[in-house]
């Protein structure tokens, strides 16, 4: 059983518990290249913001900021095409690098320093396993286009080809290309992980 979309949220939150969310924000603002007009840096932005209303308490008083939130994700999604929403357990500095046809699972995790571009989906593989999710881990390089499904692992400093299809965990510092996809290249991981 999954946890509660609540649950999932402030697991989130628990991996950054020095950054506010105005840090965090900032720090997302310069990994896209100071510039707040990027869709990728604004559909981050309102992820951060997302997670950041589920720790207002009581839930009436949250309700407000949950409203602005949905609406600001909806807009994100409807106006540049990426759907990622605040569940999703999102590390510092990713960058997502075009707009267009971007669709996250709830119950993903992508690791810090991740690049993500556009047409990629990270979803789950069956239908009666709705909780299968892609867990990206840090500095994992994501081609346009790529297809990662089902509860698959993306080990450090990996690369996935443009256009690939992931079904199985690729090794970290793997270079994974093709349908589906098989590792054409495998160097040493960074021990710093």
Known sequence: MSASPQLRANTSEAK???LS??????????????????????????????????????????????????????????????????????????IIEHQGAIVIHGDCAIGDDSIIRQGVTLGNRYLDRPFDAPKLGKRVNVGAGAKIFGNVTIGNG???????????????????????????????PNPEG
């Open 16 to 18: 950054l518990p020095t």
């Open 21 to 94: 969310l105005w840090q965090l924000i900032k720090e997302d603002w310069i990994a896209h290249g100071r510039d707040w007009t990027k869709p990728g840096f604004r559909a981050v932005a309102v992820l951060r913001f997302g997670v950041w209303r589920m720790n207002i308490q009581p839930k009436l008083l949250r309700a407000p900021f949950s409203i602005l939130y949905r609406m600001l994700f909806r807009k994100i999604r409807n106006t540049y095409g990426i759907e990622l929403p605040y569940t999703v357990q999102l590390g510092r500095r990713v």
């Open 158 to 188: 990996a690369n996935i080809g443009a256009n690939a299809v992931v079904l199985c965990d690729v090794p970290a510092g793997a270079t994974a290309v093709g349908i589906p996809a098989k590792i054409i290249n495998s160097s040493k």
